[in-house]
């Protein structure tokens, strides 16, 4: 089976880094996506890690490690338009993306 | 507007009557995927269609009823549904599966109320 969990909601200061985790347990992997989901709006691809180390993406890093089935999402110099909602997301299978129940950042001034 | 478009955006039906929710994509992908979104849950995949044919269906109750007619188009059809199928439903595709790097482009999905 597939168990993804991420912390339920965030708080953090405009300006700041926020790091937001994702733990997973999962019969076979291929990979790991985040998304962002805007309220209301369509989830968007951020990032995607096969191999172990950080992948960097201007504001946005994130960072695997497949031994400790283990990732996170950096948020750099926070936004209040990346008020939303974070999905970790982890494939296994062909066609399969078993998704985490999100967190929810808020950016406060 | 992310290529894949969804419609309505919202509905509400009763439970006796039957709808059907529609997704077109026009990125040229393989594979068509309906979820299933609910309050404090993770997403839920109900189907999958690659080249048009069903690959998986998780345990989707009947009343649920995909069509994939074309590579472009995914309709999900709804009868007698319950209020606890009230929920954002979201429709995604991609290339070749899960195995993409850029993993599913989403729709904006259809907020789903059952009364």
């Known amino acids: 089976g597939q168990n993804i969990d991420q912390p339920t909601e965030m708080t953090a200061t405009e300006g700041a880094i926020v790091q937001i985790n994702c733990t997973y347990q999962t019969s076979g992997f291929n990979g790991l996506f985040w998304y962002q989901q805007h309220a209301g709006e369509a989830p968007t691809f951020l990032s995607y890690?096969?191999?172990?180390g950080l992948e960097e993406k201007g504001r946005f890093s994130s960072f695997l490690s497949r031994s400790k089935g283990y990732s996170y999402l950096l948020l750099k110099e926070l936004q209040m338009k990346d008020s939303a909602s974070y999905l970790c997301?982890?494939?296994?299978?062909?066609?399969?993306?078993?998704f985490g129940k999100g967190t929810k950042l808020s950016v406060i001034p | 507007e992310t290529g894949v478009t969804q419609t309505p955006r919202h509905l509400v039906m009763g439970m006796t009557n039957k709808k059907s929710l529609k997704c077109e994509q026009h990125?040229?992908?393989?594979?068509m995927y309906w979820y299933k979104q609910s309050a404090k849950k993770p997403l839920e995949l109900m189907f999958v269609?690659?080249?048009?044919?069903?690959?998986e269906n998780n345990s989707v109750p009947s009343r649920f009823s995909p069509e994939c007619p074309n590579s472009s188009h995914l309709f999900l059809h709804l009868h007698t549904l319950q209020p606890e199928d009230s929920a954002l439903y979201l429709c995604?595709?991609?290339?070749?599966?899960?195995?993409?790097?850029?993993?599913?482009?989403f729709g904006s999905g259809t907020r789903l109320t059952v009364v």
């Open positions: 997301a982890v494939t296994a299978g062909s066609y399969q993306l078993t």
């Open positions: 995604a595709s991609s290339q070749d599966g899960s195995r993409s790097n850029y993993g599913y482009t």
């Open positions: 990125l040229g992908h393989n594979a």
């Open positions: 890690n096969v191999l172990d």
């Open positions: 269609y690659s080249l048009e044919e069903r690959v």
